[in-house]
Nanobody, 114 residues
Framework: QVQLVESGGGLAQPGGSLRLSCVASGFMFSSTYMAWYRQAPGKERELVASISSAGRLLSYADSVKGRFTISRDNAKNTVYLQMNSLKPEDTAVYYC???????WGQGTQVTVSS
């Protein structure tokens, strides 16, 4: 079955960095668009970034452009989200998801606070 295991979250100071990882299994990872979403308390889940199967096409929410970078390693079935210049408003639970499959991992909590 499809499994998505996110990790790398934690507490960061404003202006700091974190790198999230998501290890996927149970589907053809190397041929699947992947995405990172986030959900802040009291808000709807939102798309943060997506990456095409070969990693050539990237897209970002306006709120994270220039600060976050999505990447993938198809040999490791892993998608990453490098988050720099973090802001308190980036605080949320972050999830990875195959764009065309309705599966979610457990998420990883990111808290940005001084």
């Amino acid at each position: 079955q499809v499994q998505l295991v996110e990790s790398g979250g934690g507490l960061a100071q404003p202006g700091g960095s974190l790198r999230l990882s998501c290890v996927a299994s149970g589907f053809m990872f190397s041929s699947t668009y992947m995405a990172w979403y986030r959900q802040a308390p009291g808000k709807e889940r939102e798309l943060v970034a997506s990456i095409s199967s070969a990693g050539r096409l990237l897209s970002y929410a306006d709120s994270v452009k220039g600060r976050f970078t999505i990447s993938r390693d198809n040999a490791k079935n892993t998608v990453y989200l490098q988050m720099n210049s973090l802001k308190p408003e980036d605080t949320a639970v972050y999830y990875c998801k195959p764009r065309t499959l309705s599966y979610w991992g457990q998420g990883t909590q990111v808290t940005v606070s001084s």
